[in-house]
């Protein structure tokens, strides 16, 4: 009955939601129950095949980070090897005993070892051991079978540790290789671009890099500026903390607040729980404020003091937040102009201007748009398994002859489409966009000379505005935006009779 109460009280521990706890609540029914001095449940790691100890009684941390054992060695070894379980009536006549913990002494007196397999599958995944005080009338056998039940108990929520243990180190793995990836993907050296202009921004990277200063990126839409602020943070000392974007334009002026600096339960309707804003998910990272002369004065004011404090409330709170964040600022307008315009803080502007770097334009860096084509032509060539070695001339001319308003995207946008839409080894001049061609490579040239081609509009429009006035030259001259003179002027130049539309 005293065994049965001892395993009722055990499943009741094994129910909990905590898995260590009702591991450690184990060996605790075991002390009290059964009498045992010590007791650990250890497990194997199933990717490194080490035995270690997962839950102890009556053993100093010291003691348990020493527990650590390889399959087959001691006894905890080996019965973890052969699956089946060993006593050991007196510990100090047993060869095998490693004592790893260092529980064993003879100034404690004589004891008895039981250790159980913790069975899955038939396969030992761990082990459940007790140390009693040695006593010749102790039925050695007897308590071996009950921990053995007891093991059996376990092996479940064992199981889910170990289950727990290999996902939790296979989710460490990837993000390490992730970071990795990123780190590499975003490696100033790959940057594409070998034009002095980009050389210049390489140069500026490599060195703002090494702080924690505020930078602020400058440039049209779609010159890289993102790309710029990543290769900042993963080659900075904080690439091992979170990059946090924000495209500020995107974000409707009434939740723009509540994004970067959170807010509480209740703050306004909708505001079901409580949010961590940006600033605080970037704590030890970096926060990439794109679109920043977007934000409104309000706002202003608030990011004002995070880059001065690096401190701020959520939306509704009173308590003061404190994030170590490094800022770095987007944007393609002209803040100078917005400062004079009241539309921008001159005190956050000069806050925000500690770096700048300027992005160059696309048809200001003529040098690299075959060095990005080529980059893009391999990457999308790749992503969509197809074997696309090259440009014709004709396709290089047109890309070179084109101005590129949408920049460094736009020529990444174009040669993604020619990669669809081309089925052999070569892009061709008519796999880019119409956008691209030019008047003379699409047959679309004007006909007329210039000097001609304004003649005959003038000629069109002084018809037309002597038609509407019945030949009356001084009305169709207030028509025209022109003095009676001119008209007179224009109508013996251009051969018209003015009677003729009477």
């Known amino acids: 009955m005293e065994d049965l109460a001892t395993l009722h009280e055990i499943a009741a521990a094994l129910a909990g939601e905590q898995l260590r706890p009702s591991l450690q609540e184990v060996l605790l029914i075991l002390a009290r129950k059964g009498g045992i001095s010590r007791g650990a449940i250890t497990i194997v790691n199933p990717s490194s095949g080490e035995i270690r100890i997962e839950a102890a009684y009556g053993l100093s941390p010291g003691a348990i980070q020493k527990g650590r054992y390889k399959p087959g060695e001691g006894i905890t070894g080996r019965v973890i090897e052969t699956g089946r379980p060993i006593k050991v009536p007196m510990v100090s006549k047993e060869p095998l005993f490693l004592n790893r913990t260092g529980g064993h002494s003879s100034a404690k007196g004589e004891e008895s070892f039981l250790c ?32 053995t039940v007891i093991a059996a108990m376990v092996s ?42 980009m050389r210049e921004v390489f140069q500026m990277i490599s060195q703002v890099c090494k702080s924690s200063a505020t930078v602020l990126i400058r440039g049209e839409s779609g010159t890289g500026k993102e790309l710029a602020a990543s290769a900042i943070h993963f080659n900075s000392e904080r690439a091992k903390g979170p990059f946090v974007k924000v495209n500020c334009a995107a974000l409707p002026a009434t ?13 306004f309707t909708g505001a079901l729980r409580q ?35 690096r401190e701020f409330e959520r939306v509704g709170g009173s308590s003061t937040i404190k994030a170590d964040v490094r800022i770095i600022a987007a944007t393609n307008r002209d803040l100078e102009k917005a400062v004079e315009e009241g539309a921008f803080r001159e005190d956050l502007y000069y806050r925000l201007n500690v770096f700048p770097i300027y992005m160059p334009a696309l048809r200001q860096r003529k040098t690299d748009i075959l060095l990005l084509a080529d980059h893009f032509l391999e990457r999308y060539a790749k992503e969509n398994k197809k074997d696309i070695r090259r440009f014709s001339t004709p396709a290089i001319d047109t890309m070179m002859q084109y101005h590129w308003p949408g920049n460094v995207r736009e020529l990444e946008n174009c040669i993604e489409r020619a ?14 966009p119409a956008t691209l061609q030019t008047g003379q490579e699409s047959d679309t040239m004007p006909r007329l000379a210039l000097e001609e081609a304004v003649s005959r509009l003038e000629r ?34 251009l051969k018209i009779d003015f009677r003729d539309y009477r």
């Not at 605080?280 to 404090?309: H, P, W």
């Not at 505005?465 to 009356?472: D, F, I, M, P, V």
């Open 116 to 147: 159980a397999p913790i069975l899955r599958g038939g396969k030992a995944i761990g082990a459940l051991s007790v140390d009693r005080p040695f006593d010749p009338g102790f039925d050695l056998d007897r308590a071996l079978q009950l921990l």
């Open 460 to 493: 069109d429009m002084i018809i037309d505005a002597l038609k509407s006035t019945r030949g009356n030259m001084a009305q169709a001259a207030e028509l025209l935006s022109i003095t009676p003179r001119q008209m007179g002027y224009k109508v013996k130049q």
């Open 156 to 197: 479940r929520l064992v199981a889910h540790i170990e289950a727990l243990q290999w996902e939790k180190e296979a989710r460490q793995e990837e993000s390490r290789r992730l970071k990795e990836q990123l780190k590499d993907r975003y490696s100033i050296s790959n940057l594409v671009g070998s034009s002095n202009k």
């Open 255 to 267: 939740l723009i607040e509540s994004e970067l600096f959170g807010h509480e339960k209740g703050a």
């Open 419 to 432: 990669v669809l839409l081309c089925d052999g080894g070569v892009i061709h001049s008519h796999h880019l």
């Open 275 to 309: 949010k961590a804003g940006k600033f605080e998910q970037a704590d030890k990272g970096t926060i990439f404020l794109d679109e920043i002369g977007s934000i409104s004065l309000d706002v202003q004011s608030n990011l004002l003091r995070v880059l001065q404090e």
